[in-house]
């Protein structure tokens, strides 16, 4: 069972930066794949970015790319959002998912961090 913590969320204002982070235990960190998701209130939860377990490739969803740059510490169990040039509609919950190399989903959830962007 791997436990995800993200931090780093807060408000920021339109085109500033936060970093998200997320720590992973209880599993082998490098065995799973790591994905950024986030909901926003009165959507769906929508994907933000992944990286493979060696850190390449990276994936992006289209509105994020160019902005945010997802990265990865094996050493520390630990994946990062980098998120620049915030924008209003980026506010949101953020969360981190773990997907062992052998399943074909992400298999654990972290709680969310909220990520408010004021215009």
């Known amino acids: 069972q791997v436990q995800l913590v993200e931090s780093g969320g807060g408000l920021v204002q339109a085109g500033g930066s936060l970093r998200l982070s997320c720590a992973a235990s209880?599993?082998?960190?490098?065995?799973?794949?790591m994905g950024w998701f986030r909901q926003a209130p009165g959507t769906e939860r929508e994907f933000v970015a992944a990286?493979?377990?060696?850190?390449?490739?990276?994936y992006y969803a289209s509105s994020v790319k160019g902005r945010f740059t997802v990265s990865r510490d094996n050493a520390k169990s630990t994946v990062y959002l980098q998120m620049n040039s915030l924008k209003p509609e980026d506010t949101a919950v953020y969360y981190c998912?773990?997907?062992?190399?052998?399943?074909?989903?992400?298999?654990?959830w972290g709680q969310g961090t909220q990520v408010t962007v004021s215009s």
């Open positions: 209880g599993g082998t960190f490098s065995n799973y794949r």
């Open positions: 990286i493979s377990w060696s850190g390449v490739p990276t």
């Open positions: 998912a773990a997907q062992h190399y052998s399943s074909h989903e992400y298999d654990f």
